[in-house]
């Protein structure tokens, strides 16, 4: 079946440095959509990026991820990472092969952010 | 815009018990989801109801019952909880539509069985 893999649990970096989380994903259908969901301490997660168009850069609150269906991934990177950036990463792939709008989640990449 | 409410925000029970969560959501959404978090483990998705009389399993539906009492309104069941069990339990609800429909979250409620 179709997955999504994220393959750092925990994710280190200095404020004002660039920042990667990677995600990859197998599917089956030609037709993609991906998203990146933030979780900030005690809030609901939320949709930062979203994209269905391959090879598109999509940006949001300085974040930016693009779609690439050539090598599976849909990474997400921040040229300078802030203190407020700290927070739980989910990268998530549209479920098609079922009812329902679901998708499917990665592990989570958590991204702490120091001084 | 809408908001997803999920009570209580925190439940206490006891081993062997049954424990019933409860989310609304004012989005006027067909489609709601209940998603279970665990660290290291991602979200897991519990039970999901497409529409109003709609009811469909996920993967970690076992231990687990539903209820879409309306449109608005989606309960979750937990049918005997374990002893040091600990866990967030998130709804969430969308569109049908696929595509860029994405899902909006409430803030979930924190279970400890003691």
């Known amino acids: 079946g179709d997955s999504v893999t994220q393959t750092e649990g925990l994710v280190t970096v200095t404020e004002g440095l660039p920042v990667k989380l990677n995600c990859t994903y197998q599917t089956t259908y030609l037709t993609i959509a991906f998203f990146w969901y933030v979780q900030y301490l005690n809030e609901a997660p939320q949709v930062l990026l979203k994209?269905?168009?391959?090879?598109k850069r999509t940006e949001h609150q300085g974040f930016h991820a693009t779609l690439h269906k050539s090598s599976s991934s849909f990474h997400l990177q921040k040229s300078s990472a802030q203190l407020s950036d700290s927070a739980l990463y989910y990268c998530a792939l549209r479920d098609y092969g079922s009812s329902g709008n679901k998708l499917i989640f990665g592990i989570g990449t958590l991204l702490s952010v120091k001084p | 815009g809408g908001i997803i409410t999920q009570t209580p925000k925190f439940l206490i029970g006891q081993e062997g018990q049954k424990l019933t969560l409860k989310c609304q959501q004012n989005f006027n959404h067909d489609t709601m989801y209940w998603y279970r978090q665990d660290s290291g483990k991602g979200l897991r998705l519990i039970y999901y109801?497409?529409?109003?009389?709609?009811?469909q399993k996920g993967d970690l539906s076992e231990g687990y019952d539903a209820s879409r009492e309306k449109k608005s309104s989606f309960s979750l069941t937990v049918t005997s909880a374990q002893k040091n069990e600990m866990a967030v339990f998130l709804c969430?609800?969308?569109?049908?539509?696929?595509?860029?429909?994405?899902?909006?979250f409430g803030p979930g409620t924190r279970l400890t069985v003691l």
């Open positions: 109801s497409i529409t109003e009389n709609d009811l």
């Open positions: 969430a609800s969308s569109i049908r539509d696929r595509g860029l429909a994405e899902q909006f």
């Open positions: 994209s269905s168009t391959d090879n």
